[in-house]
């Protein structure tokens, strides 16, 4: 089973803050993932204007056009308040939704969110730990990757578990 999804195209929505600052965290890591993956990070399909009150309506219909069409969502705290929504509609889809995270840790406050994702992967053994204690993440799975290359395996392992 592992083969076929190998041999299909998995599509990948960013769920991540598009501001200047993430734009080098979110690269990074969807950096890694190569075929068969890949991501709509909307960074770089929507402009950002300096003020968020002045974003178009058709910037939304991208994203959620995006949203429908993909397998899963890869979540990159920190995240933005457009996040959430985006968290929540993949709830309300069924579909995966995958958080990354190497040491960022306020985001597990947000107890709604947490209990939307279907895994946590981590490359930090310390962030490891704390997540592996969380009362909600530790009825998820929480994945301890060694390299930033096991990230798109450890993904895979997801999609398919939720398959």
Known sequence: MMKMMKDKKIKVYL???ISKDARAWNNYVCGFLTAPFSVFMPQTHNS???NHKDFQIEVAYMDIDAMQQSD???LLPPYGRDCAWEVGWY???KKPLVAFTHNELEWLRDWMLKSCL???ITDNQNTY???KKDPILSKKRVILIGEMNELREALMD???VKR
Do not use: D, F
Request: glycine fraction near 10%.
């Open 48 to 50: 950002v204007p300096k």
């Open 15 to 17: 769920s991540a803050r």
């Open 72 to 74: 899963m969502g890869l």
């Open 129 to 131: 730990l704390k997540l």
């Open 91 to 93: 709830a309300g889809q």
């Open 118 to 120: 279907a895994a946590v």
């Open 158 to 160: 997801v999609l398919e």
